[in-house]
C-alpha cells in the first residue's frame, strides 16, 4: 500500500473509498455525509468502532480524540475494515495538529495492514494500493508539506521495524533456529552503516560464558551470540547499547513446563527482535548514535545432557550461579551478554526481554515493565512510550527483594526464595551482573505481557506486536538534542 500526501483539498481528490474519523458524536462535520445513515445504523462513533457504506464507499470510524495514539488506532481500524473490500484506492483528511499526528496516522495505517500469513494455504489479497491524504484539509498549523512529508518517512521506518521484529516472532521455531537469527542479523548488513558479527559456541567457551553454554546444552541447534553495529557517518553523540534474550524456543528445560504454558513460546525470542529491529531503525532514520544490538540466541531445551537444578554456573563476570530452576534461562543467556555488552564500554545500556510470568501478573498484559536505578531514564523512556502509545509501568527495586536471591553455596541463585514479587527479583538477578559504574546507564525492560498476545488489540493483530521496538526509536530520535 503507498501512502501519498498532498495539499489538494479531499473534495478535489479522486478515489474509490473515503475514510472519515468521527470525532463529534453528534456527526456535525463537513466530512459526515450520511448522517441519517448512521444515526439509523445506531452507530455511535465510540473508540474502534467502524462502519463501511459499500454504496458510497464510506468508512466511518469511531475516533475518541485527536490524541496521536487515537488517531493510531482509529487508522488501524479504517485499514482493517477496508480489507474486506475490493477498493483499490481511498483518501482521508489528515486529521493533523502537528507532524506527531501525522507520524502517529501513518504508523496506524501501516501496524494495522500488517498480516502473517506465512503457513497460511490460501490468503485473502489486500486490494488497497493507493491511500491518499489530504494535508490541506485539517492543517490548522499550517504545517508544510515537507515537513509532513518527513513525518511519513520517519512514521513508515518506525513501524517497518516493528512490523519486521513481528514477522521473526511469529516465525514457528521449526523454521527459526539462533542459526536463521544469526542469518537474518546478518542481512541487515545491506543498511548503510550496519555491520553485524556472528560468534559461535567455540567464542563462548574462550569468553568463559558457561550460563549461556548451559541454557543452550540439550538442544541440537547451537547457540550464535550476535553482535550488530551501527555506526553513523557523523560524530557519534552517544554509544548505546542494546541487549535481547534471543530464545527461540523455550520448553523450561528440565523444570519442564506445562503443556499450555508452552505454546506461544517461539515469542521468547522477542527482546532479540527487538534489538534488531530497533537497531535496523536507528540505521534507517540515520541517528547520531553509535548503536550496538547483542542477541544471545538459542534454545532451551530437554535431553540426557541438559543442565539440571542444582547445578552451578560460572558466568563470564567470575560469578557463581546455582540453578534452582531451569526455566529461569533467560536471565542467565542474558548475564554473559551484559558482561559481554559491558566491555563495549556504552553510555546507555538497554536488556528487553520476556522474561517473566510475574511481570504479566503485575501489570496485566499489555504493559512492558521497567526496571533500573536511574529514575530519569526512567521517565525519558516513559515520556517516549507516551508518544509511540506503548504502555510502559515502573517497578522498583528494594534490598528486602534482593536478599531472596542468596545461594548458600553460590555467590547468587537464579530464582527468587519467594514466589512473589519475581519480576522485581529476576532484574535484580541481572543487577548482579551489571558493573558498579553503568548501574545508572542501564534499564531493565520486561516485555513479557506485550510481546505476544493472542488476541487482536488496538492496532497490534493477533500474535506479535513487536513490543519495545517504536518507544525505543521514539526515545533515541528524543536523545538527539542531548548533549
Known sequence: MNIKTTNETLENINTQAVIVFIVDKNF??????????????????????????????????GC?????????????????????TSYKSAKIGSYIEDTHSMGALIEGFV?????????????????????????????????????????????????NAANWAKDIINTAPYDYTPIQMAQDAQ?????EGVTCRIFDEKFLQEQKMGAFLAVNRASVHPPR??????????????RVVFVGKGLTYD??????????????????????????????????????????????ATENMIGGNAYKPDDILTAKNGKTIEVRNTDAEGRLVLADCLCYAQELQPDLLIDMATLTGACVVALGEYTTGVMG??????????????????LVNSLSFNRYLKKLLKSNIADISNISSSRYGGAITAALFLDNFIEESFKDKWLHLDIAGP?????????????????????????????????
Open 111 to 159: 501496524l494495522g495492514s500488517y498480516e502473517f500469513t506465512k503457513y497460511k494455504s490460501k490468503t485473502e489479497p489486500f486490494n488497497l494500493e493507493e491511500l491518499i491524504i489530504s494535508a490541506d484539509s485539517y492543517n490548522q498549523n499550517k504545517i508544510s508539506l515537507e515537513e509532513l512529508q518527513n513525518a511519513k518517512e520517519t512514521a513508515y521506518i518506525i513501524a
Open 251 to 296: 520448553s523450561g528445560g528440565l523444570s519442564l513446563k506445562p503443556s499450555d504454558y508452552m505454546v506461544s513460546m517461539k515469542a521468547d525470542k522477542s527482546g532479540g527482535a527487538a534489538v534488531m529491529a530497533i537497531l535496523k531503525g536507528a540505521a534507517e532514520l540515520k541517528l547520531p548514535f553509535e548503536i550496538h544490538a547483542i542477541i544471545g
Open 451 to 483: 510481546a505476544y498476545i493472542e488476541k487482536e488489540w488496538g492496532y497490534n493483530q493477533s500474535g506479535a506486536s513487536g513490543a519495545g521496538v517504536r518507544m525505543n526509536l521514539y526515545w533515541l530520535i528524543n536523545q538527539q538534542g542531548d548533549k
Open 187 to 191: 542481512k541487515l548488513t545491506s543498511v
Open 225 to 238: 551470540l550476535i553482535h550488530l553495529t551501527y555506526i553513523p557517518k557523523e560524530k557519534s553523540k552517544k
Open 373 to 390: 536505578y536511574n529514575d530519569k531514564l526512567k521517565h525519558e523512556l516513559y515520556r517516549a512510550a507516551t508518544q509511540s502509545g506503548e
Open 28 to 61: 456535525n462535520h463537513v466530512w459526515i455525509k450520511h448522517k441519517k445513515a448512521l444515526e439509523a445504523a445506531n452507530f455511535k462513533g465510540e473508540s474502534e468502532e467502524a462502519i463501511l457504506l459499500l454504496e458510497d464507499g464510506y468508512v466511518y470510524v
Open 64 to 84: 475518541a480524540n485527536l490524541q496521536p495514539d487515537e488517531l493510531r488506532i482509529a487508522a488501524a481500524k479504517a485499514i482493517k475494515t477496508l480489507r474486506q
